[in-house]
């Protein structure tokens, strides 16, 4: 049969692609025409773990205003795509002393990058706090609705090198069999300190070996009373102080 | 060379270029099965799981990097779940699931000097292969079966189909374009 049409012949090219399509295609079997759907977990792990980044975003967004900021907060860095990257890259969930919680490190991970930078920071006349923060209850992976309508307000005092965080805590939740704990985070989310149990308001001693400023991030958590020494991934409150 | 795709707007697609998180699970439920069952094929059905959640949390983490003028999601996402077997097997040192590979070396004996990692690249691309098939309209791809399948000419596929050359040769260049959208996206 002669061609007639207007339809140019094959390029090289296209020759050389129809060529290896076709040997890719002498290849295929049935077998790869069969899809299998994966099992629901898989979903349901991708959801959380996206979850995870959209509340730490969230968390920035809605940021409270109550203390006031030593940086403007125009200077925040853009929180989506960061945020995102934090808890979507499968780096960020470290085991190791989270224990329980690896959910909460990619939550942790996000705000802290945001946060810092965004909250009051004094330091110079005796009495004043060193470092600040406001701290708030954020819905979603990692916090517990026990805490829905906590607030409260971290500062590091100095008295004469002794160093306290104090806490001035309102509508903690009443929680059985459980106990309140303080934690400080690093940056890297890959160290905390646990300044033990509290009960409300007061000044926790913070031991002179721990440098605040390698652990800015302010947890206060629900644990449950089962002798797990590590962080339950049920945190009420968090802010990051800015030191 | 220029891989648009002649097929509509794909909502996954433009969902993920807007960042619209309901296009992960758009995305997730189009292409999550061929995802999943190229990484079993590949790995255990365990480690396929994990995978699988991971080349979707990738690519979601990316998806500034998806263009769409450059290839399809599922090409995109697949070269995405082929880095990541290859990574995992590398780093296993071994080749994982034996059976599979005792299964495809008995059914295609010419695969048999075929290493690892280059039976992943064959798997890759025959799935694909068999995706971009099955978007193509009936004529067309019956054309392309014909012309891979079968060896025909293109004046051969001509008479058998009833079709003008022209028609048969428009049709080809069509696949042929599809299919690079698929098994060539030139992405980062």
Not at chain 1, 32 to 58: M, Y
Not at chain 1, 114 to 131: M, R
Request: charged share 25%; net charge negative.
């Amino acid at each position: 049969m002669t061609d007639h049409s207007p339809e140019p012949d094959f390029s090289t090219e296209e020759l050389a692609d129809l060529d290896r399509f076709a040997s890719i295609a002498a290849e295929l079997t049935e077998s790869d025409t069969k899809l299998e759907a994966p099992p629901a977990a898989v979903w349901a792990g991708i959801e959380q773990r996206v979850g995870a980044s959209a509340a730490a975003a969230t968390a920035v967004a809605t940021a409270p205003a109550t203390a006031e900021p030593a940086v403007d907060v125009t200077d925040r860095v853009d929180v989506t795509d960061s945020a995102v990257d934090a808890a979507a890259a499968p780096d960020n969930v470290i085991q190791g002393p989270w224990g329980k919680a690896p959910l909460l490190l990619g939550a942790i991970a996000a705000a802290v990058l945001l946060f810092v930078g965004a909250y009051a920071f004094t330091q110079g006349n005796a009495g004043d706090p060193i470092a600040e923060v406001a701290l708030e209850f954020t819905e979603g992976p990692g916090f517990d609705a026990l805490g829905a309508n906590s607030t409260g307000n971290a500062a590091i005092l100095d008295d004469g090198g002794d160093r306290c965080l104090d806490l001035e805590l309102s509508a903690l939740p009443e929680v059985s069999d459980a106990y309140l704990e303080v934690w400080l985070i690093d940056t890297n989310v890959e160290g905390m300190v646990s300044l033990g149990p509290i009960k409300g308001d007061g000044c926790v001693s913070i031991p002179a070996s721990v440098d605040p400023g390698a652990f800015p991030v302010v947890d206060i958590s629900i644990e449950p009373a089962d002798g797990e020494p590590t962080h339950s991934g049920r945190s009420i409150l968090r802010g990051v102080l800015n030191i | 060379m220029t891989n648009a795709p002649d097929n509509p707007t794909d909502p996954a697609e433009q969902g993920f270029l807007n960042g619209d998180e309901s296009a992960l699970k758009l995305a997730y439920d189009q292409h999550g099965a061929l995802i999943y069952t190229f990484c079993k094929r590949s790995v255990d059905a365990e480690s396929a799981a994990d995978l699988t959640q991971e080349v979707f949390l990738a690519a979601w983490k990316a998806r500034d990097r998806f263009d769409p003028s450059r290839g399809t999601l599922a090409g995109w996402l697949m070269g995405i779940a082929k880095n990541k077997v290859i990574d995992l097997h590398r780093f296993r040192g071994r080749r994982v699931n034996e059976t599979e590979l005792q299964t495809e070396l008995a059914t295609h004996t010419d695969d048999s000097n075929l290493g690892g990692e280059s039976r992943i690249e064959l798997l890759a691309d025959k799935m694909l292969l068999n995706e971009a098939l099955k978007t193509l309209n009936p004529r067309s791809r019956q054309v392309l079966e014909l012309a891979f399948y079968h060896d025909l000419t293109h004046p051969q596929i001509a008479e058998k189909c009833d079709l003008p050359l022209g028609t048969v040769k428009s049709d080809i260049r069509r696949g042929l374009q599809r299919l690079r959208t698929y098994l060539d996206p030139a992405h980062d």
